[in-house]
C-alpha cells in the first residue's frame, strides 16, 4: 500500500482513509490549513466516486465483478433502474454520495470516510467483500496521487533546501521537547502553536 495513505477498515461502523500531506507533498512546507486540507479531501472523494462511478474500477485498476443473478433478479435492482453491465456501486447514490472529510486532530492528516454508519458498513462490505464479492473502491492509485500533487503542489511553499517539511504538531512537540527554544520563536508563534492557530 503506498506510504501516502493508510485506511482503517477493522470496524465496520467506522471506515476511514487517511491521507499523509507530507507523504503526499516531500519536500514542502505543509500550512495548517484547513481550507487546504478541505480542498484536497475533496479531491481525493472526487477521483474515488469519477472512478467507481464511471470507470467501474476498484483503486488497483481491476474491474469491478459483475453482479450476481440474484441481484439482478431482484425487487431493489429493478427499482433503481440499474444495468446489468455497470457495476458502479451506485444504488441510491447515498454512500458514495455521503463520503466526506472527516475531522483529524493532526494537522498533517486528511480523513475520508462517513458520518452515516449505514453507509459505512455499505463501504466496508464492498471493501472487505463479506457480503458479498469484493469491489475494493476505497484507496487511490499511482495515478491519482501524482493527479492530486500537480494540482495542488503550487499552493504548498517549498522547505529549505535539504530540509524536510515538518509538520506544526512537529514543531510544538519540539518546543515541548526542549529542542525549539523561546529565541527561535517568538511568544505569540507558541502560543498559535498550542492553539492550533499557526499558519
Known amino acids: 500500500m503506498a506510504k501516502e495513505w493508510t485506511r482503517n477498515i477493522s470496524d465496520q461502523t467506522s471506515?476511514?482513509?487517511?491521507?499523509?500531506?507530507?507523504?503526499l507533498f516531500p519536500g514542502q512546507q505543509v500550512p495548517d490549513s484547513p481550507e487546504l486540507?478541505?480542498?484536497i479531501g475533496q479531491e481525493v472523494i472526487d477521483i474515488i466516486r469519477e472512478r467507481t462511478q464511471d470507470k467501474e474500477k476498484s483503486w488497483t485498476g481491476r474491474n469491478f465483478r459483475d453482479y450476481s443473478t440474484e441481484y439482478v433478479d431482484s425487487i431493489d435492482f429493478k427499482a433503481y433502474n440499474k444495468s446489468k453491465d455497470e457495476p458502479n456501486l451506485t444504488q441510491s447514490g447515498d454512500m458514495l454520495g455521503l463520503m466526506t472529510t472527516l475531522d483529524s486532530k493532526d494537522p498533517g492528516t486528511i480523513k475520508i470516510g462517513w458520518t452515516d454508519t449505514l453507509q459505512s458498513e455499505k463501504a466496508h462490505g464492498h471493501i472487505t467483500g463479506h457480503v458479498g464479492v469484493v469491489r475494493d473502491f476505497f484507496g487511490l492509485n499511482n495515478d491519482e496521487?501524482?493527479?492530486i500533487k500537480e494540482k495542488f503542489k503550487d499552493e504548498l511553499p517549498s522547505a529549505p533546501e535539504?530540509?524536510?517539511a515538518v509538520t506544526p504538531q512537529e514543531r510544538s512537540q519540539g518546543f515541548l521537547e526542549g529542542k525549539v527554544s523561546i529565541g527561535q520563536s517568538s511568544v505569540s508563534q507558541i502560543i498559535d502553536?498550542?492553539?492550533?492557530?499557526?499558519s
Open 193 to 198: 502553536l498550542f492553539f492550533g492557530e499557526e
Open 37 to 39: 486540507r478541505e480542498a
Open 162 to 164: 535539504g530540509e524536510r
Open 15 to 23: 471506515v476511514e482513509l487517511e491521507v499523509n500531506l507530507p507523504e
Open 145 to 147: 496521487i501524482k493527479r
